[in-house]
């Protein structure tokens, strides 16, 4: 009789303990994942949402490229400066925080981001699905129209057909590259892609005859050509037209609504326009939305 209490009364203490391991195994709480997380990439119960974090520190930390005049580049005093500076400094400000800037080559943006850098993107980012499955974005805050890049002097390419067999530029890791190759290449038959990290290396080499032609939007080639001296020109109709927005880590829900609040409201109250017709000398075609 005792002998079968002791076993019995074991078997019941172990069921015990292996319920409460069970229960209490996770010291972040029940179903919370890693960094605190719930599973699904958000913070855990009682945690505070990126937006929440960005308000608390007065700061939010922008990623961009710093080289790609007038979006993005250092001004002669070192500053950084441009059209995208200016929208993430308004954006800021509309969130009661301020705008930290944290350069970064573009091949590595999407990683810098992830990594947890910087807070959002403001570099030109180009609204794409491939990209939404790896970031969220706030509404467009522009769009830009792609065009080809030649020499003056060159003649032989007008339109996208006569890319076949010429030497092609483009910025390594943009939404311009995955176009050259997934939909031009198929359509236009081989040529040589040539990936550039920075764009003044591109028109560069285009300049100096060691690619025959690149893609891009004339806003963003116009400062360079004229600081230069590039003898080249913008060819044939668009290609394309590219509605860039204000990427951030996937998950924070809270941080795109409040991200196009203020662009909405900058676009209402004038300050979009101010901004715009500041660095491209006109009123921009349409509401970037």
């Given at each position: 009789m005792y002998r079968k209490w002791r076993?019995?009364?074991?078997?019941?203490?172990?069921?015990?303990?292996?319920?409460l391991a069970a229960c209490g195994g996770n010291s972040n709480g029940a179903g919370a994942g890693k960094n605190g997380t719930n599973g699904t990439g958000s913070p855990a119960a009682g945690e505070s949402n990126l937006l929440?974090?960005?308000?608390?520190?007065?700061?939010?930390?922008?990623?961009?490229?710093?080289?790609?005049?007038?979006?993005?580049?250092?001004?002669?005093?070192?500053?950084?400066?441009?059209?995208d500076v200016d929208i993430a400094k308004e954006v800021a400000k509309r969130l009661g925080v301020k705008a930290e800037f944290v350069t970064q080559d573009w091949s590595g943006m999407i990683a810098g981001l992830q990594a947890k850098k910087f807070d959002a993107v403001i570099s030109q980012m180009t609204i794409t699905d491939e990209r939404k499955q790896q970031m969220d974005f706030s509404d467009p805050y522009i769009t830009n129209?792609?065009?080809?890049?030649?020499?003056?002097?060159?003649?032989?390419?007008?339109?996208?057909?006569?890319?076949?067999?010429?030497?092609?530029?483009?910025?390594?890791?943009?939404?311009?590259?995955t176009f050259l190759r997934t939909e031009l290449m198929p359509?236009?038959?081989?040529?040589?892609?040539?990936?550039?990290?920075?764009?003044?290396?591109?028109?560069?080499?285009?300049?100096?005859?060691?690619?025959?032609?690149?893609?891009?939007?004339?806003?963003?080639?116009?400062?360079?050509?004229?600081?230069?001296?590039?003898?080249?020109?913008?060819?044939?109709?668009?290609?394309?037209s590219d509605q860039a927005g204000i990427a951030v880590r996937k998950n924070n829900p809270e941080l795109v609504e409040a991200l196009n609040?203020?662009?909405n409201h900058m676009r209402d109250d004038g300050t979009y326009t101010n901004i715009f017709k500041k660095w491209f000398g006109e009123e921009p075609a349409a509401p970037a939305a």
């Open positions: 076993y019995g009364g074991l078997a019941a203490v172990c069921f015990i303990v292996l319920l929440e974090q960005i308000k608390a520190s007065g700061v939010l930390k922008v990623g961009l490229m710093g080289t790609y005049a007038p979006y993005n580049f250092l001004n002669k005093n070192k500053e950084l400066d441009g059209f129209d792609v065009k080809i890049i030649v020499k003056d002097s060159n003649t032989s390419i007008t339109k996208v057909e006569d890319f076949k067999g010429k030497n092609i530029g483009v910025g390594l890791g943009t939404n311009d590259e359509k236009v038959g081989k040529f040589t892609i040539k990936t550039y990290d920075d764009v003044i290396m591109s028109l560069a080499d285009l300049n100096n005859g060691r690619i025959d032609a690149t893609i891009n939007n004339i806003y963003a080639l116009k400062p360079i050509i004229d600081e230069n001296g590039y003898k080249i020109k913008a060819v044939g109709k668009p290609l394309k609040t203020a662009l």
